[in-house]
């Protein structure tokens, strides 16, 4: 069965930094989302993704982030200078589009990123 | 705007007993409305979902939902539990099913099934 994967499954990383987690969402959908948890906190959505720009966006997605699909396969989330409230788990998912009455949203296994 | 309140941050049952998981939401469309369940260390599984049509929705592993506009409501059900139940169950809402609506998703509710 297609899943969504993500690399790496743990990033640990100095506050200022740069991180890029990397996502390969379900080979035929076309939509693509970042969400995170926080420990301890719900899941939040970040940003979702069509036809190669921003669809939507919360307010946590500031201009510290940014997404991007480099290649056919590959759906990425950049954040430019960590700070220490980043830490998270941070999860891809991905849909199908204009299929009436899907539109279930499959997820990724996470990436646990730690600021120090 | 949309919400989601699950209650009860934690709930224990003993294995073969009734699980119930309490989610109400809050939404000015009609709402599309979904259960995930994490297990350890892992991602985001659906075990359901209420787009339209029959508002008793049945899932994977024995879990149903029903859709109660009048309450706002979309409780989780599975009438026995099992050891392999625990898990944290998210309940979650979309405005948008196809094309591409976020997710809004409750605090959670972690199930604890006693032997």
């Known amino acids: 069965e297609p899943e969504v994967t993500q690399t790496p499954s743990h990033q640990v990383t100095q506050m200022g930094q740069e991180v890029i987690l990397r996502c390969v969402p379900i080979s035929n959908h076309l939509y693509f989302y970042w969400y995170r948890q926080i420990l301890g906190q719900k899941v939040e959505f970040l940003v979702s993704f069509y036809n190669n720009e921003i669809s939507e966006k919360s307010e946590i997605f500031d201009d510290q982030f940014s997404v991007e699909r480099p290649d056919g396969s590959n759906f990425t989330l950049k954040i430019r200078s960590t700070k220490l409230e980043d830490s998270a788990m941070y999860f891809c998912?991905?849909?199908?589009?204009?299929?009436?009455?899907?539109?279930?949203?499959?997820f990724g296994p996470g990436t646990r990123l730690l600021v120090l | 705007a949309q919400s989601v309140t699950q209650l009860g941050s934690h709930v224990s049952v003993s294995e073969g007993a009734l699980v119930l998981l309490r989610c109400n939401y809050s939404?000015?469309?009609?709402?599309?409305l979904f259960w995930y369940v994490q297990y350890p260390n892992q991602g985001l599984q659906l075990l359901l979902k209420?787009?339209?049509?029959?508002?008793l929705v049945k899932g994977i592993n024995g879990f149903e939902a029903e859709f109660k506009k009048s309450e706002t409501s979309f409780h989780l059900t599975k009438p026995s539990a099992h050891m392999s139940d625990a898990a944290e169950y998210f309940c979650?809402?979309?405005?948008?099913?196809?094309?591409?609506?976020?997710?809004?998703f409750g605090q959670g509710t972690e199930l604890s099934v006693k032997p």
């Open positions: 209420y787009t339209t049509g029959a508002t």
């Open positions: 939404s000015s469309v009609p709402p599309y």
């Open positions: 979650a809402v979309s405005d948008r099913v196809n094309q591409g609506g976020k997710l809004i």
């Open positions: 998912a991905s849909s199908e589009a204009g299929k009436a009455g899907d539109g279930t949203q499959y």
